[in-house]
């Protein structure tokens, strides 16, 4: 597990740079630095050493010394496709996963990734085309960016490398803050960064010696597939098949892989899988004397299974005291407020492995979200009820807005497009009006995502939902706090269930097999229950809780967020008085929890990324960490 940096065509920039790029991203692979230069480009990395620890250093050269390869992450059927390139004639000098990539590249191009089943990005440069190729895994569970203004071209693992750059121009991109504040990421290529893009799951890009750039998706995830005919218990048994040999394959490593261990089913499952191969350590985090702590139900559950478990603890002031290094790591606002939690739970981890497995991906791929449930009463309702009856209702519905039923109303006259909670899950259009200092930038978020339930509009509301949340929740938010959270640690995070081959299982699932009327999840369930005790396999899903809302409403916690809220970003961007009237309806019961974190984050971010717009009174925030 690594970190990498490079650019091109640069021969003005001074030959420090891409250290300096490379010690940005250090926490990602403390354990080793090396460096490749020539005229027309420079190349950077970080090794966190996992497999092979005395070879595999990179950068890394094909046979013919003219393809140069950097790569973050793991390849895990690398033995079968170094076999096949074996019997193409490629030599082999090491035992690690990354030489497989650049003999790859150099016998098939970019088809390799069509073979590839694992975590990762990785930049290959070729000398002879003076291009370079940059891919990133099916789901994005590995992260890559590019910068291109047209005349530098930098790319990197985290964005905040691009800051060492002399030729990198750093400006915020104004024009997507209705978007975060909608998402609380952004579902695109696009950052906050103007002319700063992600890679998107599933996709490479070119850049070509005349300076352009293109990119093609060579996978994304699809229900073209779908079995009706598939029952559950037909659909758990081949779910304990899959689960069993992905979590074999993600135990591959010569250090030792530990496991966090949260209540619920789907780390509970990992970890009992894992348990069968060897002795695996958990780790957990809870709050003392607090109901939001899970400790007791997974201490339980790993001395059931006769595994070690590690209990961490956090207190409010670790929690608030870290934000704007949080904010740091994961280089664009991020307000899920569960990012706190697993920073500190991969903190505790790293003291004892380098490598952990976790549980993300189950709840996207099986139909592990109760939101999921909503779209029975309103795919009945759209069907008995006529379109111009339903629309004149969510009309009436919204001039009263303490009517019982006002919500639902409403929503069921809009298109799932606009209708689905995730597309307004922070701040709606009107919300959005309020509080934004310059209105005119607001724009219809469910625009901004419409193309998705294009894709599956033939499909059920529950199957359209799951598509939408693999393509933008899971890669954006969930696997996105994952990869910085555990890397900000230099701990390397692996996750089963999000994988290639439980992918392709879960894309031919009926509804039916997924979610019953009042049940998420219900073919994963079923199969744990073969594995795990009753309690933990039928337990409802918590989520990642924390006593965050119940924290903003005391001190010292309720004054630092009527700081921000008054401070000079939060005058730039927001009507300031619109803030605290949120943060007032928060303290006098009603829940907008959701919404004064997503301001107040993204506050805390912009004084981290743009110190130079901050005054003395919030500058110890960006000192903390030394952007």
């Given amino acids: ?14 030959a420090t740079t891409i250290n300096n790029m490379a010690d940005r991203i250090k926490h990602r692979g403390p354990d080793d630095e090396a460096f490749f230069s020539d005229d027309q480009a420079v190349m950077g990395f970080r090794r966190l050493s996992i497999i092979d620890l005395a070879h595999g250093k ?7 010394q003219t393809k140069v390869l950097t790569f973050n992450g793991e390849i895990y059927n ?3 496709i170094r076999a096949d390139l074996q019997k193409l004639g490629y030599e082999f000098k090491t035992d690690v996963d990354s030489e497989v990539l650049i003999h790859g590249y150099d016998a098939w191009g970019p088809k390799l990734l069509d073979r590839l089943r694992g975590m990762y990005a990785f930049a290959i440069y070729d000398k002879t085309k003076n291009e370079v190729f940059g891919a990133r895994d099916h789901f994005g569970i590995k992260p890559m960016y590019y910068y291109d203004d047209g005349k ?3 790319w990197a693992s985290e964005i905040k490398a691009f800051l060492e750059h002399p030729n990198f121009k750093k400006e915020f991109n104004e024009e997507l803050l209705p978007i975060h504040l909608s998402f609380e990421f952004i579902p695109s290529r696009d950052t906050m960064f103007k002319n700063v893009y992600k890679v998107l799951p599933g996709q490479y890009f070119i850049h070509r010696a005349n300076g352009e750039t293109e990119t093609h998706r060579y996978y994304k995830f699809n229900y073209d597939h779908i ?4 029952t559950v218990e037909e659909d758990a048994k081949k779910i304990r098949g899959i689960v069993d040999e992905s979590v074999k394959a993600h135990m591959i490593a010569d250090v030792e892989v530990g496991s966090f261990l949260s209540s619920g089913i789907d780390s509970s499952y990992v970890l009992n899988e894992a348990s069968k191969l060897k002795p695996i350590q958990s780790f957990s985090l809870g709050f003392k004397n607090s109901k939001y702590s899970e400790l007791s139900w997974s201490t339980e559950f790993a001395k059931e299974i006769k595994q070690k478990n590690t209990p961490l603890y956090m207190t409010g002031d670790d929690y608030f005291d870290i934000l704007p290094t949080i904010m740091y790591y994961m280089d664009e606002p991020l307000s899920n407020p569960s990012a ?5 739970l991969s903190k505790g981890t790293r003291q004892s492995v380098k490598v952990a497995l976790s549980g993300e991906g189950a709840d996207e791929f099986f139909g592990g979200y109760n939101t999921y449930l909503e779209a029975i009463p309103f795919e009945r309702y759209q069907k008995w009820v006529p379109k111009g009856i339903r629309k004149m209702l969510g009309g009436i519905a919204e001039k009263f807005p303490r009517f019982h039923g006002r919500r639902f109303l409403v929503r069921g006259a809009q298109p799932l497009s606009e209708r ?3 597309v307004n899950y922070v701040f709606d259009y009107h919300d959005r009006n309020k509080i934004l200092k310059n209105p005119k930038l607001n724009r219809d978020a469910g625009a901004y995502t419409k193309h998705l339930f294009d894709d599956v509009k033939g499909l059920d509301e529950m199957t359209q939902m799951q598509y939408f949340d693999i393509n933008t929740w899971l890669p954006y938010d969930i696997l996105h706090k994952a990869d910085r959270m555990s890397m900000a640690n230099s701990l390397e995070v692996r996750t089963p269930l999000v994988d290639k081959e439980v992918a392709k299982f879960a894309a031919t699932m009926p509804v039916k097999t997924r979610i019953h009327a009042d049940e998420t999840k219900v073919s994963l369930r079923t199969a744990a229950e073969a594995e795990l005790p009753e309690r933990v396999a039928k337990k409802e899903k918590m989520g990642f809780p924390s006593p965050i809302a119940t924290w903003i409403k005391t001190e010292p916690y309720k004054s630092r967020i009527i700081e921000a809220f008054n401070s000079d970003v939060a005058h730039k961007f927001f009507d300031t008085e619109a803030l605290m009237d949120i943060l007032r309806e928060h303290i006098n019961g009603k829940s907008s929890m959701q919404k004064i974190f997503t301001i107040y984050t993204f506050i805390l971010w912009y004084e981290v990324y743009f110190p130079e717009e901050t005054t003395a009174k919030t500058i110890d925030l960006v000192h903390r960490t030394q952007v």
Avoid: H, I
């Fill in 58 to 64: 990179q950068p890394m050269y094909n046979q013919d």
């Fill in 152 to 154: 530098t071209f930098l």
């Fill in 340 to 344: 706190m939690q697993l920073y500190y």
């Fill in 227 to 230: 079995d009706n005919s598939q």
């Fill in 420 to 422: 689905y909670y995730r």
């Fill in 78 to 80: 690398y033995q079968e």
């Fill in 1 to 14: 597990m690594c970190g990498f940096v490079g650019y091109v065509n640069q021969k003005d920039v001074p």
